[in-house]
C-alpha cells in the first residue's frame, strides 16, 4: 500500500503528517501492531508513534532544498509478524523567497532616436518559489507615466 500525503514547507517540526493504520486478524496480544520507519535516512526527517501509527516531523522542511520524500514503513504484529507499507510525502510550497535580481543595478541611456514600443532594455529576475507563488512583477515607480513594460516573457 502507498499512502499519500502533503506537508507545507517551513512548519515547525512536530507537525502531524498522516496516520497510517495496519489490520491483523489475530486475537489478543498477537493482535497489537507496532509501527516503525524501515530506512534509516528518513528517520532524520519523520517520526512514528510505535503504537498509534501517527507521523510527525522531525525537521522543518524547504522544498526549494527538496520536493518529496519516500518513506518505507513496517508494521509488526505480536506475533513477530510483519508487513510493509510506503508513504509519499510532497512537500508544498508556500511564497518564502524574493525575487533575485542576475545583475544589482541596471543603466541603460535612452536615445531620442528610440521609437514608440521599441524595447530598449531587457531586465531578468529568478524566485526559487513555484508557480504562482514564483510569478513576478517589474513596476516601474516614479517612471511609469514616462515609460510603460509592454510585455513579460516569463521564463522558469
Not at 124 to 147: C, Q, R, S, T
Request: overall charge negative; hydrophobic content about 40%.
Amino acid at each position: 500500500m502507498v499512502y499519500k500525503a502533503t506537508i507545507l514547507e517551513n512548519l515547525t517540526n512536530g507537525h502531524e503528517i498522516i496516520t497510517v493504520k495496519a489490520n491483523d486478524n489475530d486475537f489478543g496480544q498477537f493482535a497489537r501492531i507496532y509501527y516503525e520507519i524501515a530506512s534509516e535516512e528518513m528517520k532524520q526527517y519523520f517520526d512514528i508513534d510505535r503504537n498509534t501509527g501517527l507521523i510527525t516531523s522531525k525537521i522543518t522542511f524547504d522544498r526549494e532544498h527538496r520536493d518529496e520524500y519516500m518513506i518505507q514503513l513496517k508494521a509488526t504484529d505480536g506475533g513477530s509478524k510483519f508487513g510493509f507499507a510506503s508513504i509519499r510525502v510532497s512537500i508544498e510550497d508556500v511564497n518564502d523567497n524574493s525575487p533575485q535580481f542576475f545583475v544589482k543595478e541596471y543603466k541603460h541611456v535612452i536615445s531620442t532616436s528610440n521609437k514608440v514600443d521599441e524595447i530598449i532594455m531587457t531586465v531578468n529576475a529568478v524566485d526559487k518559489d513555484i508557480n504562482a507563488n514564483g510569478d513576478m512583477n517589474f513596476p516601474l515607480l516614479f517612471w511609469e507615466k514616462f515609460l510603460r513594460l509592454t510585455k513579460i516573457n516569463m521564463m522558469s
